[in-house]
């Protein structure tokens, strides 16, 4: 897979700020009192499609609150066109994933610290 192009990446911060100002006044209509925070977007090269990559806070369901996103993807895309509408032509299909990196951080955290407890052998 080959770098995104500056328009790719000048669209891709567009949309990733316009999702994230949609997601904090609407977010808790889609996800019930989740914090989401778009954490990433990367457009294909023709800008047709957008894949958001989103990140919760303060639930412990993660895997069903993108579930109920994901099911709304024609209403966010809607919402997300009456913003962009002066600055693209074509507003991008939506894919929508879970960016699990925090709890990757967190997990490698313990098993470092479960290693640091460990007693060291002598050399």
Request: hydrophobic share 35%.
């Amino acid at each position: 897979m080959g770098t995104e192009s500056k328009r790719q990446q000048r669209f891709a911060g567009v949309i990733q700020q316009d999702l994230a100002e949609l997601f904090q006044r609407e977010g808790n209509a889609w996800a019930p009192g989740a914090f989401i925070t778009v954490t990433r977007v990367r457009m294909t090269p023709d800008l047709a499609i957008a894949r958001v990559y989103l990140s919760f806070l303060n639930t412990k369901t993660a895997k069903d609150d993108l579930g109920n996103i994901q099911s709304k993807t024609n209403e966010i895309r809607y919402k997300l066109g009456t913003r962009i509408k002066n600055q693209a032509r074509i507003v991008p299909q939506l894919e929508f994933f879970l960016d699990d990196t925090n709890e990757y951080v967190e997990h490698m955290d313990k098993l470092f610290d479960e290693i640091s407890k460990e007693p060291r052998q002598p050399d």
